[in-house]
């Protein structure tokens, strides 16, 4: 500048680029990102379901514990009667003190399972505190109400398609895992290909603002860029890509293979608890009432404590294992229900991925939702 002079200058530009993506390696890529993304989705849904399971099995173990608890002390009072009886014999010579002695061992041993019982019901308490993010026995004041345990469907569809297990979120974790393995496969093959880049520029320049846009002069190019030798670098990661794909597609098929055997070992545990279910009814019926004939007959003095006692063991023995088939019962379809993804719809329209397809960078096609 010269004295008392000032000139101004000014001058705008931008540049601009943009790789084409001629041979998808992009879209492979996003198509992986969005399977990996899907799959931390599924994976989370299996944690929630394996949890809710959690609870509900726990909350029919604390069931059940509270139903043998019920069944115990019942039958403690009737042992109780029993050895009264049995004392009152004594007193008048009908019999010896063996009959008394008998009646009260009986007792103890009955008496001796209730703190087991009850362990039961507190450790399952706790539990059930513990998975729903309380402490241990938070609930145990909204339980201690006995209930009965909680009984499904008389019926559950046993012709289940194999599609159906792939909606578990398991299988669905591993089908997206797969498909971010293939496409992973595109974007290493991408590499080893040319890249094409346009790229621009703009520019103005004027002595005054005004002028900017009098002016402008802007250009616009190309480059293509080839890599001529990395030492097999770029076909190594294409192979390492193809085996982690072989990886996943293995994973897949264990999942889905792991899905049909849980829900049959479901369905065969829940045919199994159901048929002993129905046959510990009838046994503790007739048990109950062998047992009271017992009580009558030895009261008359038509009986021996050793027939009394056997009668008492043998409904205690039926009424009980009637508890565990209930319980066993109710796990079972709780099992079930999380062999299935956490339930089923039977109208709902399977997915129809097809896996690792001839021809690689192919992804699997996103599943139906």
């Not at 009984?151 to 578990?168: F, S, T």
């Amino acid at each position: 500048t010269n004295a008392g002079i000032v000139n101004e200058n000014y001058a705008l530009s931008g540049d601009v680029s943009y790789t084409a993506d001629i041979f998808g390696g992009v879209r492979r890529g996003v198509e992986a990102s969005r399977g990996s993304y899907a799959a931390s989705g599924y994976d989370l849904a299996q944690v929630q379901a394996t949890i809710a399971s959690e609870v509900v099995r726990n909350y029919v173990l604390l069931r059940a514990a509270q139903s043998s608890v019920a069944i115990a002390r019942g039958s403690l009072a009737i042992q109780q009667d029993n050895l009264e009886i049995a004392g009152f014999r004594v007193q008048a010579g009908l019999v010896s003190s063996l009959d008394a002695e008998q009646a009260r061992a009986q007792r103890a041993q009955t008496a001796a399972n209730v703190p087991t019982l009850e362990q039961q019901f507190e450790q399952a308490s706790n539990r059930i505190g513990v998975l729903t993010g309380q402490a241990p026995g938070a609930l145990k004041g909204q339980l201690v109400t006995a209930a009965p345990i909680p009984k499904g469907p008389d019926a559950v569809p046993v012709g289940l398609p194999a599609d159906i297990i792939r909606l578990r979120p398991d299988v669905r974790a591993a089908e997206r895992t797969l498909a971010a393995a293939t496409a992973q496969i595109g974007v290493a093959k991408a590499q080893l290909l040319p890249q094409l880049t346009l790229a621009g520029s703009i520019n103005t320049n004027a002595s005054s603002i005004n002028a900017l846009t009098d002016i402008i002069t802007g250009r616009v190019f190309g480059q293509l860029a080839q890599t001529i030798f990395d030492a097999g670098r770029g076909r190594s990661v294409v192979r390492a890509r193809r085996a982690q794909a072989e990886e996943a597609f293995a994973a897949y098929k264990a999942a889905v293979l792991g899905a049909l055997e849980d829900v049959e070992n479901a369905l065969t545990a829940l045919a199994t608890a159901q048929a002993r279910q129905r046959e510990l009814a009838v046994a503790a019926e007739a048990s109950d009432n062998a047992a009271t004939l017992a009580r009558s007959q030895y009261r008359a003095g038509l009986t021996d404590i050793t027939t009394l006692n056997n009668t008492e063991a043998a409904l205690l023995s039926a009424q009980s294992g009637l508890v565990n088939a209930r319980s066993d019962a109710a796990q079972a379809l709780v099992q079930l229900y999380l062999a299935l993804g956490g339930g089923w719809n039977a109208e709902a329209a399977p997915p129809t991925a097809e896996p690792l397809r001839q021809g690689d960078g192919q992804p699997a096609p996103p599943l139906t939702q």
